[in-house]
């Protein structure tokens, strides 16, 4: 049972990563307009202002 | 090109790209400094975000403009030298419909603030979960011993903040709830977090064989996800359908000695003079001083046929001003016009409706006591079983706490509607109110109002064939030079048929009768039937007059909504009951009916006769869906089971109904008395699911049997069901 000693810490340090990947993705308004983005990909447009 | 388009270029490192860039740098250094927000209720896909964009930004001083596709509306920076007018007009040569919005009520970013505190709070229980539930799996598969209490002191230190951060809107709510003395939703889920997370800190301490860790923070993330959802329907269909800019203006022009200045109607007192303009809106109930003019009256009454005013004739509040200037002596302002005195109407109307309670209100009132009757009944029984063992009872009324906790009561209405309202969204119809679709659902009569609401309230010609080229191209002439709403649609209609306009000289707008000019010597008039010297018909029309010769007659009609003809059609269908109320003349109004196959029509019918009209209906036991736009509508509106008007209606209607139209074509709203009775249909199956889960899952936890892994699967269980339930609502393209 030693290897949990080096798994729960990889295992929370993925946690976190995730979250803190998460709030970043907030902080930078990426859930404002969902819809828009899924569908500015078809654009062959270049948008080169993502920010709203 | 900027310099940032360069280097995101060398980024991107696409020539292609490079070659094509959007034309967004120019007059960027003009731009930031002011911004518009339009509503765009026709946008639907990646082409018209790059036609909407590329159009804006092509015009000089556009700085920036940016579609949102979630909440149909566009941002456009600008350097200032744009008003919303030129903006709308620009979008609309694109092809699509736009609405001003209000900045002032956009700019107060507190829903948005709440939303996306929620959306923190969301995403950190999810992680949260899902490592406990890592954790768990290995204590379910067997984990004794110290691995297994090592598992749970990690949980716990896993879900114990996080409870605390994300249960707070939970707690908050709850005690509120206390505070004001009833149990909601919200204190049976708070009592469940709070006691499974404190049980299982005991345990977990005595070395006991099960925490509930992974069910505290399950019921959390679930629970929120429920709220978020209805956060988010709400706020987005709250904001745009309140911030649609007001259509009219709280100023007014005041004579003071002589001298016009601009005040705000609030300033206005009973014999204060005011100037109305022609095209503008009359702010104040008065008597006309001086001038003539022609009123619109549709908003106010529903009539069509403009009405002539002159010295000495009484004005309302609300009613546009056509031709000419007026000057008009105060006799009511503010509060005791006729509009204001409308919205006391609207008040004790609204009243009644608010006592509406929804489908997941009445759950919640069967649901709070039940529960909390089992859990301290299973207590008790328990203890008296064990004989005095606290923890053990402790623990089974935790468990039954736990499990029937309202994951899936509190998903199952929030699921529904966002799946209900998105769908709505996407036909163009706005749900302001939490329970319209619920009551939209139990419909059997629809109301509609004539004018701006089955018709767009804007005249068309009739019968242009019958008239000779040369009548035409002088009514063409003549036409041109004026607003008037009729004149307007004269001329638009004559040169859409190629016509080019005589040479008439010496054009002069009489106002309140109409245009006078000559040609080649002789007198020619448009205008007013008594002026050209014809009788008047009943029917909106105006006469041109040529000295020597009869005066000719140009009818006209009002323009069907589209889409006016298949919602009537579709309601029949569903065999509804409709209805035709409006304050217009008999003959336009039975003209219409008959055109779109309404039976039974009302005409010149008085706003508290609109809204009796619905009254009376309700008290038979009709639910009524009223539909309609105008002032005269308010009442009705709001005293009807539940109410829709087009976005073009007056700012009294809008707040007055429930969902807001934001296209032109009226059809959809057959769709969404559908879609709501389908929706109404899974939060009662949704309502069953739920159920189902806890008949099968209580009798467990009351015996003691219940297990974590028990608690978890039931939970997730019956969410994912509950939910795929719901989203079967919103598939399907139309």
Redesign the interface.
Known sequence: ?NI?VIL?PI??FL??F??GF??WT?RTRQ??????DA???????????PA? | MSATDFESGGAVACPACIATPAARGKGQAGAGGEETILALPGVHCAACITTVESALTAIPGIGDARVNLTLRRVRIRHDGSHSPEDLIAAVKATGYEALPLDMVALSSTETERQSRDLLMRLGVAFFAMMNIMLLSVAVWSGATGATRDLFHMISGAIALPTVLFCGQPFFRSALAGLRAGRLGMDFPISLAIVLASSISVYETFHSGHHAYFDAAVMLTFFLLGGRYLDHRTRAAARSAAQELAALEVPRAIRLTEGAEETVAVSDLRAGDLVVIRAGARVPVDGVVTAGESELDQSLLTGETLPVAVGPDSVVNAGVVNLTGGLTVRVTAAGRDTSLARMADLVAVAEEARNRYTSLADRAARLYSPLVHLMSFSAFGVWMWITGGDVRFAINISAAVLIITCPCALGLAVPAVVTAASGRLFRLGLLVKSGTALERLAEVDTVVFDKTGTLTLGTPQPLDLDRHGADDLSVALALASVSSHPLAQALAGAARARGITAAAVTDLREVPGHGIEGRLSGARVRLGRAEWVGAVPGDITSTWLGVTGRPPVEFAFADSLRPGAEALVAGLKAQGMAVHLVSGDVPAAVADLAARIGIADWHAQILPEGKSAFVADLSARGARVLMVGDGLNDTAALAAAHVSISPATALDAARVASDIVLMGQDIAPVAEALRVSRKAVRRIRENFGISFGYNVIAVPVALIGLATPLLAALAMSLSSITVTLNAMRLGGGRE
């Open positions: 049972m949990l729960i295992s929370l946690g976190i995730g979250l998460f709030v907030m859930y404002d307009d969902p819809k828009g569908e500015r990909i078809l654009s062959d447009r270049w948008d080169d202002h709203p």
